[in-house]
């Protein structure tokens, strides 16, 4: 069973640029979620997807935006990048929205560095 | 959110046991789970615990004290490869998880 994808791995944007990252949960999961992971503030919960919608956010701008597609694919997008923005962002996906208390299987993440 | 504490950083020796404690706040509460992330890589799911007790799976145990908002994780027979930061995370009412900022653990020979 192939796990949660995420691409780009790396990518280098430079401020006020915009970036969209793409996660493929593991087949048959439904629900996607964001995090942003810092050094200094661990794992911060961007938003929930859960069959195309959002179903919870985090406490970030509006310049943090996702999606979510049929196949249960989904992306997130930043606008106007700020260098605060670099970090690595992971993607986790559950068979079931976070109501299920299921755990959560986490994509190696994409890494972006704003210059 | 929801101050999910953890220390930062400990060290312990090849072979022996350690704890990492995580308190959190108690309203809202529906689970707490414990997750291992190698420098580089994707968090794995150790444990998962929503009663009161201690639930055992092999080497790792994890504690859940749901009045006292505490939780610990017991590694136990301590290897090299444990080396690796422990994050530990609360399900709020059935809809969020908030993370601690992890604890990184450094096994030493």
């Known amino acids: ?115 | 959110g929801q101050n999910i504490d953890q220390p930062t950083e400990m060290t312990a020796t090849e072979g022996a046991i350690v704890q990492i404690n995580c308190t959190y706040q108690t309203s809202g509460f529906n689970g707490l789970f414990w997750y291992q992330q190698h420098a580089g890589e994707a968090p794995t799911f150790l444990s998962y615990n929503v009663l009161d007790g201690l639930e055992e799976k092999g080497r790792f145990s994890s504690f859940l004290s749901r009045s006292k908002g505490y939780s610990y994780l017991l590694l136990k027979e301590l290897q090299m490869k444990d080396s690796a930061s422990y994050l530990c995370a609360v399900l709020y009412n059935f809809n969020k998880f908030y993370f601690g900022s992890g604890t990184k653990l450094n096994v030493k020979p």
């Not at chain 1, 995420?6 to 979620?33: A, D, E, F, M």
């Not at chain 1, 962002?89 to 079931?96: H, R, V």
Request: proline share 3%; charged share 15%.
């Open chain 1, 1 to 115: 069973k192939a796990g949660v994808t995420q691409t780009p791995r790396y990518l280098i944007k430079t401020r006020g640029q915009q970036v969209t990252l793409s996660c493929s949960p593991i087949s048959g999961h439904r629900s996607v979620s964001w995090y942003q992971q810092t050094p200094g503030q661990g794992l911060q919960f961007l938003f929930e997807y859960f069959s195309e919608t959002q179903r919870n956010k985090g406490n970030f701008p509006g310049r943090f935006s996702g999606r979510q597609f049929s196949n249960s694919r989904s992306e997130m997008n930043v606008s106007t990048l700020e260098l605060g923005d670099s970090a690595l962002y992971l993607c986790a996906s559950s068979l079931e929205a976070s109501g299920g208390s299921g755990e959560l299987f986490f994509g190696e993440g994409s890494r972006l560095t704003v210059l």
